[in-house]
Structure formats: structure tokens, C-alpha cells
T-cell receptor
Framework: EPEVTQTPSHQVTQMGQEVILRCVPI?????FYWYRQILGQKVEFLVS????????KSEIFDDQFSVERPDGSNFTLKIRSTKLEDSAMYFC???????????FGQGTRLTVV | GENVEQHPSTLSVQEGDSAVIKCTYS??????FPWYKQELGKRPQLIID?????GEKKDQRIAVTLNKTAKHFSLHITETQPEDSAVYFC??????????FGTGTRLTVIP
């Protein structure tokens, strides 16, 4: 069964460093998302992406964040200058059509020290 | 954006009893309401969804109801089993490219 894959599974970074989280969505999907989940809390919407551009973004997704689909398969989330409060599990998701199942990756646990 | 509220935050039931989780949403344009189950340390996975053109949907022991007028929807799990223990998230989408989640309910089924 096709699935969304994310790398790395765990990333530890120094505060102020840049990180890139990578996702490979399901191949025929068109809609892509990044979510964040701080330990024990809700799944928070960060950004959605369609047709090579951002569709919507939340207040969390400030100028420190950017997304890219560089090669038609990978979908990346970049955090330019990480802060301690960026520590969370980051989930990528993809959807084939709007209002259908969003398939989540297994997540990248980001720890900022 | 859409604001989805979910209650209760924790729920404990005896095995075999029913569990009900309720959500409200703020944006009347929302028209798609999925429910996701997240087991400890794992990714969220869809268990059932409902669209705004129906009021109720059932899949074996799981059912979801939607009241568009009141802007709330509920998940009902009957004959609960220990493997139902997880965190359940409701979500809402306006049909634009978004999906907003509730705060989650930690369900514990006591054997």
C-alpha cells in the first residue's frame, strides 16, 4: 500500500540552526500539508500546498518557515533559524483529492537544544 | 481560519460500553469532517469521515453524526474494546486546501 514517508525520523539541532524536513508524498496525490504536534497536544496546521504554491498557512507558519517541492516528488519544510519552541513532531500529509483521506507520514521528531 | 473544539479531553470507559466524543466548528463553510485515531507514537489515521450533505454515517462499531445548524459533530464508538484506546482527533475542512484538527480526546478502554 502506498504511504507517505518522512526523513529523518528524528533530528536534533542547535538553536539558531537551519533544518530541512523531508517528505515523499504518495505519488499521484496533489495536495500536501505540514502539521506540527507538540508532545501531548493537538495536531496543528502549518501550511497546505497545491500546484507548486502555498494554498493556506497558519499563524505559526511565519517567515522562519518555508516549503518547497523541488523535484516533483519531495516536499520539504525548512525552518531557517530554529527556536527551542520549534521542538515538536512534524507530520507531512498528502491527499489525492480535496475532502478525502489525508495520509500522514510517520513524522519527524525535531528537538532543538 | 477554522476553529475546532473537542470534548472531552480524556474519556475512560469500561470494555463493552459506548464512547462519545463531541466537536464543534466555527466556519459555516466547513463541509468535510473526518475523524482520526492516533495510537501512541504513531501517525494519525482516518477512521471515518462525513460530508455536509449527510447527517449520519456508520461503519461497524463506529458512527458519526453531523448537525450543520448547530455546527457540531460527534463520534460514537459502541462495544468498545481495549484496542480502541488511543487519541481521537476530529477535523474540519472548508473544501479549500485546509484541514483543521480539534484538540484530541484520549480514550482509555478499561478491560
Amino acid at each position: 500500500e502506498p504511504e507517505v514517508t518522512q526523513t529523518p525520523s528524528h533530528q536534533v539541532t542547535q538553536m539558531g540552526q537551519e533544518v530541512i524536513l523531508r517528505c515523499v508524498p504518495i505519488s499521484n496525490h496533489l495536495y500536501f500539508y505540514w502539521y506540527r504536534q507538540i508532545l501531548g497536544q493537538k495536531v496543528e496546521f502549518l501550511v497546505s500546498f497545491y500546484n507548486n504554491e502555498i494554498s493556506e498557512k497558519s499563524e505559526i507558519f511565519d517567515d522562519q518557515f518555508s516549503v518547497e517541492r523541488p523535484d516533483g516528488s519531495n516536499f520539504t519544510l525548512k525552518i531557517r533559524s530554529t527556536k527551542l519552541e520549534d521542538s515538536a513532531m512534524y507530520f507531512c500529509a498528502s491527499m489525492g483529492q480535496l475532502n478525502t483521506e489525508a495520509f500522514f507520514g510517520q513524522g519527524t521528531r525535531l528537538t532543538v537544544v | 481560519g477554522e476553529n475546532v473544539e473537542q470534548h472531552p479531553s480524556t474519556l475512560s470507559v469500561q470494555e463493552g460500553d459506548s464512547a462519545v466524543i463531541k466537536c464543534t466548528y466555527s466556519d459555516s463553510a466547513s463541509n468535510y469532517f473526518p475523524w482520526y485515531k492516533q495510537e501512541l507514537g504513531k501517525r494519525p489515521q482516518l477512521i471515518i469521515d462525513i460530508r455536509s450533505n449527510v447527517g449520519e454515517k456508520k461503519d461497524q462499531r463506529i458512527a458519526v453524526t453531523l448537525n450543520k445548524t448547530a455546527k457540531h459533530f460527534s463520534l460514537h464508538i459502541t462495544e468498545t474494546q481495549p484496542e480502541d484506546s488511543a487519541v481521537y482527533f476530529c477535523a474540519a475542512s472548508t473544501g479549500a486546501n485546509n484541514l483543521f484538527f480539534g484538540t484530541g480526546t484520549r480514550l482509555t478502554v478499561i478491560p
